[in-house]
């Protein structure tokens, strides 16, 4: 429940569909979850630059962006990084709901939430990504140096090293992002939206 018990729903004028029916195209939320460096960056970036190019509605929400402003507020204990993906939930049901297909990039490591941000969604506009690529390879990618820092201390709560990521027990795509490369994983990506006739 929300702080006030005055508060009456507005439904919108136009409604997703017509949004649908507008763009040619259906929308969705592509939820990157993976350790840092597992390539949720790159990957939402690259689909994105994909779908764009093609003439698809789509946007990025990135959790290093997302932090330096909506979620500045926000730590790395357990009970902010929920926070954090019950914020990110609701903006990217708003997408949704504006008709684009938006892609998140946040490690999102607690089952429970990823199940909250599912539940949010109708039934197949929530498509759970998840970036499968073992903790040694994101190690050695180290793509910000986050992982040097957190092995001496400097980061504490790191995820992988001094904070869980709990692995998705039933996402509907997994991307070895350790074995295959860029390109093969958005044409996955893009092979799987063309099926389930998002686009
Ligand atoms: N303690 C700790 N653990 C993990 N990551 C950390 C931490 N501190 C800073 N960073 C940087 O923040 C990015 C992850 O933010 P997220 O919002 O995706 O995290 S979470 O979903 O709330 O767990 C993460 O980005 P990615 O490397 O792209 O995953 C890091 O750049
Ligand atoms: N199949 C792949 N998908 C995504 N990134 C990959 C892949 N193969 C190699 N990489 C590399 O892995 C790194 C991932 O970094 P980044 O996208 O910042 O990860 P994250 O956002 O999960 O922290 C990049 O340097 C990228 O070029």
Redesign the pocket.
């Given at each position: 429940m929300g702080k006030s018990n005055h508060l009456t729903w507005h439904q919108s004028t136009i409604t997703k569909t017509d949004r649908h029916q507008e763009n040619g195209h259906k929308s969705c939320v592509l939820w990157f979850t993976?350790?840092?460096?597992?390539?949720?960056?790159?990957?939402a970036n690259a689909v994105d630059q994909a779908l764009f190019k093609a003439g698809f509605r789509s946007y990025v929400l990135d959790g290093d962006n997302i932090r330096h402003g909506l979620n500045k507020d926000l730590s790395f204990g357990v009970s902010d990084r929920k926070e954090n993906i019950r914020r990110i939930g609701e903006v990217a049901k708003l997408f949704v709901d504006s008709g684009q297909i938006v892609s998140s990039?946040f490690i999102s490591p607690f089952l429970e939430d990823r199940a909250q941000v599912r539940n949010m969604f109708e039934n197949g506009e929530f498509i759970e990504i998840f970036?499968n690529c073992p903790i040694q390879i994101c190690e050695d990618?180290d793509?910000k140096g986050l992982y040097r820092k957190a092995r001496i201390g400097e980061i504490p709560e790191f995820t992988g090293i001094s904070s869980p990521y709990e692995i998705p027990d039933n996402p509907e795509i997994i991307?070895e992002?350790g074995r295959?490369?860029?390109e093969e994983?958005v044409k996955e990506i893009l092979k799987y939206l063309k099926e389930r006739k998002i686009l």
């Amino acid at each position: 429940m929300g702080k006030s018990n005055h508060l009456t729903w507005h439904q919108s004028t136009i409604t997703k569909t017509d949004r649908h029916q507008e763009n040619g195209h259906k929308s969705c939320v592509l939820w990157f979850t993976g350790l840092s460096g597992s390539g949720k960056s790159t990957l939402a970036n690259a689909v994105d630059q994909a779908l764009f190019k093609a003439g698809f509605r789509s946007y990025v929400l990135d959790g290093d962006n997302i932090r330096h402003g909506l979620n500045k507020d926000l730590s790395f204990g357990v009970s902010d990084r929920k926070e954090n993906i019950r914020r990110i939930g609701e903006v990217a049901k708003l997408f949704v709901d504006s008709g684009q297909i938006v892609s998140s990039a946040f490690i999102s490591p607690f089952l429970e939430d990823r199940a909250q941000v599912r539940n949010m969604f109708e039934n197949g506009e929530f498509i759970e990504i998840f970036l499968n690529c073992p903790i040694q390879i994101c190690e050695d990618r180290d793509p910000k140096g986050l992982y040097r820092k957190a092995r001496i201390g400097e980061i504490p709560e790191f995820t992988g090293i001094s904070s869980p990521y709990e692995i998705p027990d039933n996402p509907e795509i997994i991307i070895e992002t350790g074995r295959m490369s860029i390109e093969e994983s958005v044409k996955e990506i893009l092979k799987y939206l063309k099926e389930r006739k998002i686009l």
